[in-house]
Nanobody, 127 residues
Framework: QVQLVESGGGLVQAGGSLRLSCAAS????????MGWFRQAPGKEREFVAG????????YYADSVKGRFTISRDNAKNTVYLQMNSLKPEDTAVYYC????????????????????WGQGTQVIVSS
């Protein structure tokens, strides 16, 4: 497993932007796909965006497509989530997660695909 630490959450007005970061340690970061999930109060954790080990393939939930961008810097062992045009319905705790299998070329999107999770960072979007 890998240790993951998210940062960058906060309170922002609707239409604003935030950039989340997730720093990884303890495993060869560059070999594994990474994902961002979120969980709103009373709701299940849902997939937001994912990126394969090389950064060459990305996938987004329909709800964030065109507004959020996932990227990674393998030299810094960090994955990012740039969130633009934020909406109140984006309010949630955001988690990054590391794929349990190395070298995947298809973006993993379900919870069982991931074996390491960060502690989460709160994002609140006010209307």
């Amino acid at each position: 497993q890998v240790q993951l630490v998210e940062s960058g959450g906060g309170l922002v007005q609707a239409g604003g932007s935030l950039r989340l970061s997730c720093a990884a340690s303890g495993r060869t970061f560059s070999s594994y796909a990474m994902g961002w999930f979120r969980q709103a109060p009373g709701k299940e954790r849902e997939f937001v965006a994912g990126i394969i080990w090389s950064g060459g393939n990305k996938y987004y939930a329909d709800s964030v497509k065109g507004r959020f961008t996932i990227s990674r810097d393998n030299a810094k062992n960090t994955v990012y989530l740039q969130m633009n045009s934020l909406k109140p319905e984006d309010t949630a705790v955001y988690y990054c997660a590391a794929d349990k299998l190395p070298g995947r070329v298809v973006v993993p999107r379900t919870l069982p695909d991931f074996d390491s999770w960060g502690q989460g960072t709160q994002v609140i979007v006010s209307s």
